[in-house]
């Protein structure tokens, strides 16, 4: 066998390996809710866009929007949509982001535009059937889209949560697999969704430096939670977020011993500050959880 096709092969099969933990598949979803409550799946569409949200909750109540990393899909929440209290008080709304799930813009390609991907996320506000703005959280990859939604429309949301933020254009992370899945015979065997991040990975430090005016345009109450232990994503991308949100009801949060994943290791917390309100959040709060959330 020739070497460049045992490279190919291996190749592929290192990366789709790689990427299999953070990819559930149609059955695996199927399976778990087989004896729960599914969400709504719905799909806001005209000729050339298409976003599939799945909800939970009453449409009356205040939303919630979760809007997912890289790779991901609206399942990637399945925790915070099945979680009853929420429920409760939410109707809860995870998103497919363009290029992943069933949502798509024209021919399909991948969207490697954070200002795109935003833009088009905008129509699920109109979803929100409550008086109340939204509460935005966006994880990873997630959280400069949320950040672009709350700048486009700040009256549409109350909060914006970012989890594992990946922001500051200094700091994107590459790996040794990163360079692999730019071949175009390795991606024709490859799911779309891994495609459409490393599309967004090669061209993600350049979309954040044209995100850096916007910033200054958070003024509603921000949350910003780190891992310290975060491999994906630099934990010191909260030291960018204090220095560039001009919010004076902020709250950062670190956690040292945290990976990238916080929203299924840390769900009690993420819930908690879902929950409580927020007009009484001061400017550069951090907490250290280890430490017995003591601010400092």
Known sequence: MPKSILYIICSMFLLTSCFSKYRTTAREVRKHYAHLPKPTLQCIKNDTLCIQVASTGSDTLPMLLLIHGAPGAWWGYMNMLDDTVLQKKFHIVSVDRLGYGNSWLKRRRPISSIET??????????????????????????????????AMQPEAVKQLIMISPVIDPEKEKFYWFSKYGRNRLIQLFLPREFNTATAEKYKHSE???????????????????????DWIGDPVNIEFAKSKIPSLRSQYITIPKAGH??????????RQIILTTNKHRQKNISIDLAAGGVAR
């Not at 991907?117 to 959280?143: D, K, M, T, W």
């Not at 044209?210 to 939670?225: A, D, N, Q, S, Y």
Request: proline fraction near 6%; hydrophobic fraction near 50%.
């Open 207 to 229: 979309e954040l430096r044209k995100m850096l005016p916007i910033w200054e345009k958070l003024t509603m109450p921000v949350v910003v939670i780190q891992g310290g232990n």
């Open 261 to 270: 994943m916080l929203t299924f290791s840390h769900l009690d917390m993420i």
């Open 117 to 150: 991907q935003a833009r088009c996320l905008l129509s699920v506000f109109e979803l929100n059937h409550s008086s109340e703005p939204a509460i935005v959280l966006g994880r990873s990859y997630g959280a400069p889209i949320a950040a672009a939604m709350a």
